[in-house]
């Protein structure tokens, strides 16, 4: 159970994230500053150094909050007879390109600002561990190294898929991502496929 003392520093970050979304969208994220974030929130600038290192950071985990502990329950609720490689990559999937119809604008914005799309891509490290728990999870009696290896190959894969997709393209002084982010997650998961299975493998001989 949640003592007190964590819901009151989640809900901080979490008026913070979404204050920071909300000056970025009305303000554009160049002309946001922290203190501006802070006062919006409600909370003195150190505070908001507790939670967030940049303003960007703040901007994108409004996106992407909770996103590590979304796959790793859709990987625990596939069903039973789904495979393992199947149930990540679909969670991966679902999770990394449905951001939600109040999050599209935002999404838009992280996309075509350089400062912002870094951040994007390097909050995929949050899903390392809960996905590494959900596999052992799902399969069972596995040597935690064998879960935490393959969910840091799958971390990878999403960031070079979200890499590739954030290369800037421009298209009538636009900057819009290139190609399609489920084709391009599913092309950098499919390497893994191999492993996940014999991982799975080993999980049903064991």
């Known amino acids: ?42 909370v003195s600038p150190r505070t908001y150094n507790n939670y967030f290192s940049s303003r960007e950071q703040a901007i994108v985990a409004a996106v992407t909050a909770e996103r590590e502990a979304r796959i790793a329950a859709a990987v625990a609720a596939r069903p039973a007879e789904a495979s393992l490689a199947d149930a ?19 999404l838009l ?21 809960p996905l590494a728990d959900a596999i052992t999870e799902r399969l069972g009696d596995i040597p935690p190294h064998v879960a935490h290896v393959l969910a840091a190959s799958v971390t990878a894969a999403v960031r070079i898929a979200l890499e590739r997709w954030l290369q800037p393209l421009t298209t009538g002084g636009l900057v819009v991502p290139s190609g399609s982010l489920p084709d391009l997650l599913r092309t950098a998961l499919a390497p893994l496929v191999p492993a996940l299975d014999a991982a799975e493998a080993r999980g049903d001989i064991r």
Do not use: C, W
């Open 109 to 129: 914005l992280i996309t075509t600002r350089p400062a912002l799309r870094a951040a994007f891509t390097d909050t995929t490290s949050a899903i390392e561990l």
């Open 88 to 106: 990540v990559i679909e969670a991966i999937v679902e999770l990394y390109t449905d951001p939600g119809e109040h999050h599209r604008d935002a």
């Open 1 to 42: 159970m949640t003592g007190l003392r964590d819901q009151k520093k989640q809900a901080t970050r979490r008026t913070l994230r979404e204050a920071a979304l909300r000056l970025a969208l009305e303000r554009g994220p160049e002309n946001v500053r922290v203190d501006d974030i802070a006062e919006a929130a409600g």
